[in-house]
């Protein structure tokens, strides 16, 4: 049997989450890529935003070495968020782009929600879905980057979500 | 007040018997009448025995049901304009809601009226339907679109008015009641009076207003008017535009099919005479015809009663949530008394988490930006819960609703 949205664990994930606040990416490996993507719901103010700092395994494959979220969100929405963040710190890109509602929801413990607040819980798989999509698209997919990802290209695709500027990183 | 005696009779609402809660243990509070009213056993009747009776299509058809089902939709057209003071019934049109009904007035009056480079005003207390419309129009056809801004209190900036004024605008958006700040806005009839005036052609969105206040349509002296059969006991699904004489002459329309075209063939269309051309297709007929039962139900209990009702519910509603600590009521500055609806914050809690805690409390109310952002953020607010009332609400209703915030209040507090 699924949990209610009313359940003590979804308000103390959102009270108490261990992934929100971007202070966390300070430290760790310096990352060969940031990823960020924001996103909100229309309708009732949810604000999302998250990092990701991608770093490439040993194999070759994109993995997401650290991430983080911050925003505006109802209960709901936060605990979701550092749900989707825990599960896919560590995963590569494609294991974390498969993140989805269903997936959200098992992620919370079997979470039953109606349609009318789906939007609060599928809010950061979107918004991280956004993050690495622009990333694969303007360096993954070509495979090994052929220009100097620290270099800022006028024009490529998803400038605004993919900040390869390390010199100017900033959390 | 609360005595018993109501506007409407709660016992002809069948969903006011419905337990809620988990366990279904809670009695039905709802307060959400503004996002759609709740539907009376009459009105409902009035759909069914339709469908029992006479149910055909309209203006279609030679025989004695079809004849009938024209007649019960052609009735609601010529109550409507009695109704709200439309001296010809061909100025009302049938929609399928104030939402439709403002993008007709922007799609088949302004579209072929509005040049690149026109000046449009909206007012920012209007609803996205009264809003998107004019954007939407601006882009297609390189419009201008000014804002009438608010104070933070929440009203109309009479400043900026008088700045767009002097650029002649030729067409102002207008809100009659905004669906978030619970007052009616002071400034509203000179500046739709001052608008005509100038020249601009005025729409109001009569959304929150028709059904709960006196309306005459002639004497407000704007251009359109929109609004929607449930937000006043009606069904969802059907609305009307009321069209001011000028405007009608001009007025083209904007779905083609069946039931609006006069002719037909392989060199074009001609559009019906009257209100049927910007009427295509099969209507919303048993809709319309139990908005006739809905406009019988108003006209009994009387718009003055009803106005007065809601508006001492949600001066009630006002009072008691402004004296929670944490808890800021938006427009609560404007000495000028809420009508219908409170919208309200508590602290930095997300109004999905408090509409989920009333919830709990069989309390229903509307939590988000209720397609009114430009509202919410002239006050500072991200997003609100908003409380609405209607003549079958009642006093012990609102104060289930202030105990439950103020429980909510408290814990948060502690």
Redesign the interface.
């Known amino acids: 049997m699924g949990i209610r949205i009313d359940d003590p664990s979804i308000e103390l994930r959102a009270k108490h989450p261990h992934y929100r606040g971007f202070d966390l990416l300070q430290g760790g490996k310096t990352p060969e890529m940031l990823a960020t993507a924001a996103g909100e719901n229309p309708f009732c103010g949810d604000e999302l935003e998250v990092r990701l700092a991608l770093c490439r395994a040993e194999a070759g494959e994109w993995r997401i070495a650290q991430a983080a979220f911050d925003g505006y969100g109802c209960t709901l929405c936060l605990a979701a968020a550092d749900a989707v963040i825990e599960y896919v710190t560590g995963r590569s890109v494609d294991e974390a782009a498969a993140v989805d509602f269903e997936r959200t929801c098992a992620l919370l413990g079997g979470l039953e929600v109606g349609r009318t607040r789906k939007g609060c819980v599928d809010l950061a798989a979107r918004v991280l879905r956004v993050a690495l999509d622009e990333a694969r698209e303007t360096c993954l997919l070509a495979g090994p980057p052929s220009v100097d990802i620290y270099a800022k290209s006028a024009g490529m695709p998803g400038e605004k979500a993919v900040d390869r500027r390390l010199a100017s990183l900033s959390y | 007040m609360d005595n018993g005696s109501r506007p409407f009779d709660r016992a002809r609402y069948p969903i006011l018997k419905r337990r809620v809660g988990?366990h279904g243990g809670r009695p039905l509070i709802y307060l959400d009448s503004a996002a759609t009213a709740l539907v009376s056993q009459p009105v409902i009747d009035a759909q069914v025995r339709f469908l029992q009776t006479s149910c055909a299509n309209i203006h279609r058809g030679a025989h004695q049901l079809a004849e009938e089902a024209t007649d019960a939709f052609e009735r609601t057209r010529e109550q409507l304009a009695t109704f709200f003071g439309v001296v010809e019934p061909e100025r009302v049109v049938l929609t399928h809601g104030a939402t439709e009904s403002l993008n007709l007035a922007a799609r088949g009056w302004a579209e072929g009226s509005l040049c690149e480079g026109d000046l449009i005003v909206i007012a920012a207390d209007n609803h996205h339907s009264n809003i998107v419309p004019w954007q939407m129009l601006a882009e297609r056809k390189g419009l201008s679109v000014a804002w009438i801004p608010l104070t933070e209190e929440g009203l109309l900036d009479e400043d900026a008015w008088a700045r767009l004024l002097v650029r002649a605008p030729k067409l102002v958006a207008l809100c009659q009641q905004s669906n978030v700040l619970g007052f009616r806005q002071p400034s509203l009839a000179r500046i739709a009076a001052e608008a005509r005036e100038a020249g601009a052609v005025v729409v109001m969105d009569g959304a929150q207003s028709a059904g709960h206040e006196p309306v005459d349509f002639e004497e407000l002296g704007v251009d359109f008017y929109a609004m929607s059969a449930h937000k006043m006991g009606g069904l969802t699904g059907v609305g009307a535009l009321l069209c001011s004489s000028r405007v009608m002459e001009d007025l083209r329309p904007v779905y083609g099919g069946g039931g609006m075209a006069a002719r037909v063939d392989a060199s074009g269309w001609r559009a019906a005479p009257g209100p049927e051309a910007f009427e295509a297709g099969t209507p919303p007929i048993a809709a319309a015809v139990a908005w006739s039962a809905a406009i019988d139900q108003l006209k009994a209990a009387g718009l003055e009663a009803v106005a007065a009702h809601t508006r001492a519910l949600a001066e009630r509603a006002r009072a008691g949530l402004s004296a929670l600590p944490g808890v800021s009521v938006l427009g609560h500055r404007v000495p000028r008394p809420f009508e219908s609806l409170v919208s309200f914050t508590v602290g930095e809690v997300?109004?999905?988490?408090v509409g989920?805690a009333l919830d709990?409390a069989g309390v229903m109310v509307r939590?988000?930006?209720h397609?009114a952002r430009p509202v919410?953020q002239a006050c500072g607010a991200?997003?609100s819960v908003r409380a609405s009332f209607a003549g079958y609400s009642t006093e012990e209703e609102v104060e289930a609703l202030v105990s439950a915030v103020a429980q909510l209040s408290a814990a948060v507090r502690a």
Do not use: L
């Open positions: 988990v997300h109004p999905h988490d989920q709990a939590a988000g930006h397609c919410h991200r997003a």
